[in-house]
């Protein structure tokens, strides 16, 4: 049966027909759908993890138990996994493991454009990468056939392109794998200095046993044509060099690691001109020049930075661009910045912040936006979890002073997934520093996952929930409150009791995300304009909803959502809920 999906959605399914048990991952965009898609299949366990290393030990320990895992992250979600992935190359598997990882070049919604490929070289574990959602399918479905035959992980590489393309895949049934069952192996699983050495032996072995599969397996194919021109690819860049040099010869990689260097080889030899296109670092480029193989034509003509395209090969390699339909007038659309949605709970956070004039050390999700206009509030902002280190650093470097006027925000999910160590460390540390914890009753950022806050699970299941309150008195804040955040003097208020206290201290804003279907404010609001002084002091909270038409400052029906955070910024009682006028 012949399906269109999502390169995620393939993976997914790809999962399902490999006959996987257990999958454990963290919500990452451009990878999320792929478990979100995975939780369709009653037949496979899913869950959303705490972060990308507890899900991954976590497919660990499924796989050690015989049964076929697999886990799925975001590119900086294995830079959080990596400890147990280099680790789980020397010991193996039991049954098959397979890592899903999603690169982002062009940074769309990253912070940075990393190439995972290099995680493959330095960890000695074989990575694939498909081109399209058909070949995500079959590509997983292969991947654990590497695991099982070599008795190692398997990296599968998606980037946004494949990740979020649809194409038409065909689909099968499912294989049932029977689980094989743990047996004791100490040698094997359990990587003290001792065994780990004899391991790193196998590892070696393994490697060039894989070197000798890739230049003999399908997934590596030599497309012969005109041979004046020859063109290495992978993923999308395949696509893309496919439209650009039409008839060429070209040499499409499936698995991307270890290289396929007899195939390679053959290939150069076969042509006058050797082209490599892949996007982001030169890795393939690399490892030719090692090979021996000169004169190729890669990152000298074609950027490192972002995305490639149609239009960036074919400039790079003719000098011109395709021509293309142009529009007849220019219709001028304005720029639009992202912005936090109307209602959103962060709003009153940062229009406090901003006008308390704090430093802010942030962290990852959609309050990062708090950095933007008209709030400016973020400063600093690296990592899952790195505000409240961050925070922690600053004080001890510049002292007290500094702490009375420095926030840590993080939100409730990214606090699960790693900044509960980061506040134990200020504890431990006799820190003192303030803590905001933005609790919004999800995980907002990627499209509303549920977290251990939540008392659900990635099915709608409930399950315990974890108490933030007595989770941070646990470990060791004797000052803990929760606040709202649309109450804008108590929220102020509180912040600046917070930071004069010489101890550490959190306070929880606390109001859900205003998309949740829970959530409904009623009535829009409407500004009455003979009460109106065109101040224009409500514009000042940056909510999309309000608008200036003219001289008369106005709310968007379309997008007002009712929550009447605006009605404490006019001092003239002019904004009201639409049908209270009197």
Aim: with cysteine; proline share 4%; aromatic share 6%.
């Amino acid at each position: 049966m012949k399906k269109l999906m999502l390169g995620n959605e393939a993976i997914a399914r790809g999962a399902w027909e490999a006959g996987v048990n257990v999958v454990s991952s963290y919500p990452g965009t451009p990878s999320t759908e792929i478990t979100e898609n995975i939780a369709n299949y009653n037949e496979i366990y899913c869950e959303w993890a705490t972060n990308e290393k507890v899900a991954l030990e976590v497919a660990i320990g499924a796989a050690f138990a015989g049964g076929r895992s697999m886990s799925c992250m975001k590119h900086v979600g294995l830079n959080v996994a990596a400890d147990p992935l280099f680790t789980l190359s020397y010991t193996g598997i039991n049954g098959g493991l397979v890592v899903v990882v999603a690169d982002d070049p062009g940074m769309h919604s990253s912070q940075n454009e990393q190439d995972s490929r290099f995680y493959a070289l330095s960890a000695l574990i074989p990575m694939l990468e498909p081109a399209d959602s058909k070949e995500c399918l079959e590509y997983i479905k292969k991947g654990y056939e590497i695991s099982e035959q070599f008795d190692t992980p398997v990296l599968v590489r998606l980037t946004t392109r494949i990740a979020h393309a649809r194409s038409l895949v065909e689909t099968g049934e499912r294989v049932v794998i029977p689980v094989k069952g743990f047996k004791k192996d100490a040698s094997k699983f359990v990587m003290m200095p001792a065994m780990a050495k004899k391991r790193h032996v196998i590892v070696d072995s393994r490697m060039k046993k894989l070197v000798d599969y890739s230049s003999t397996s399908d997934l590596n194919r030599i497309e012969w044509a005109n041979r004046k021109v020859g063109v290495i690819t992978s993923g999308i860049s395949y696509q893309y060099s496919k439209e650009v040099f039409g008839d060429a010869s070209f040499l499409k990689l499936g698995m991307v690691h270890p290289l396929p260097e007899s195939l390679i080889k053959e290939f150069a030899a076969g042509v006058d001109e050797l082209y490599v296109v892949e996007e982001l670092e030169p890795f393939i480029e690399n490892q030719l020049s090692k090979m021996g193989i000169q004169n190729v034509k890669g990152k000298e003509l074609f950027t490192n930075l972002g995305e490639l395209s149609t239009t960036i090969i074919r400039e790079a390699v003719y000098g011109s661009k395709k021509e293309s339909a142009k529009a007849e007038f220019d219709i001028g659309m304005p720029p639009r910045p992202p912005v936090m949605c109307p209602g959103c709970p962060h709003r009153g956070v940062f229009y406090t912040l901003s006008g308390l004039k704090v430093n802010v050390s942030g962290d990852i999700g959609c309050y990062t936006l708090g950095a933007l206009a008209p709030y400016n509030a973020v400063d600093a902002c690296v990592c899952m979890g790195a505000s409240i280190s961050m925070a922690h650093g600053m004080e001890k470097a510049a002292g007290r002073a500094m702490a009375k006027n420095t926030v840590a925000v993080i939100g409730d999910s990214t606090f699960m997934h790693s900044g509960i160590t980061g506040l134990i460390d200020v504890v431990y540390n006799k820190g003192t520093s303030t803590v905001i914890i933005l609790d919004n009753s999800i995980t907002g950022m990627t499209g509303h996952q549920q977290n251990p806050t939540t008392g659900l699970t990635i099915r709608g299941e409930k399950t315990t929930n974890v108490d933030l309150v007595k989770l941070c008195e646990a470990v060791g804040v004797k000052r803990v409150r929760v606040e709202d955040p649309f109450d804008m003097k108590g929220f102020r208020k509180a912040v600046k009791e917070e930071l004069e206290a010489d101890e550490p201290s959190v306070i929880i804003a606390q109001r859900p995300c205003a998309l949740l279907k829970s959530v409904n404010y009623g009535a829009q609001v409407i500004i009455e304009n003979d009460k109106c002084r065109k101040c224009g002091n409500c514009m000042r909270l940056g909510c999309p909803a309000i608008n200036k038409v003219g001289e008369d400052y106005v709310i968007d029906k379309s997008q007002c959502c009712g929550c009447e955070l605006c009605t404490s910024m006019c001092s003239f009682g002019a904004i009201v809920k639409e049908g209270t006028s009197k």
